[in-house]
Nanobody, 122 residues
Framework: QVQLVESGGGSVQAGGSLRLSCAAS????????MAWFRQAPGKGREVVAV???????NYADSVKGRFTVSPDNAKNTLYLQMNSLKAEDTAMYYC????????????????WGQGTQVTVSS
């Protein structure tokens, strides 16, 4: 079965950087989308970035220019490099996978990791 395991979260001061990893296994799709979502306390889950199997990426406006999503296909791992972090980036970050094209709604994704916490102090 498909498994997604996130890592790399932690606590950092505003302006700092973190790199999240999502190790994926068990899927055989040739056309797929992987996404990073986040959920802050008391808020809904929102998309951060998506990347399809062709390498096309899209980002939420709030993270454009600061976050970069990239795959390491040899390691079946997806990364999220987060720079210039702000207090409002504090959230639980989740990796998600779906067959087919990318969507920005959490309800379109079947497979999820357990999440990794990112806390940014100002």
């Amino acid at each position: 079965q498909v498994q997604l395991v996130e890592s790399g979260g932690g606590s950092v001061q505003a302006g700092g950087s973190l790199r999240l990893s999502c190790a994926a296994s068990g899927y055989t799709y040739s056309w797929y989308c992987m996404a990073w979502f986040r959920q802050a306390p008391g808020k809904g889950r929102e998309v951060v970035a998506v990347i399809d199997s062709g390498g096309t990426t899209n980002y939420a406006d709030s993270v454009k220019g600061r976050f970069t999503v990239s795959p390491d296909n040899a390691k079946n791992t997806l990364y999220l490099q987060m720079n210039s972090l702000k207090a409002e980036d504090t959230a639980m970050y989740y990796c998600a996978l779906r067959r087919g094209r990318c969507f920005y709604s959490e309800y379109e994704y079947i497979y999820w990791g357990q999440g990794t916490q990112v806390t940014v102090s100002s």
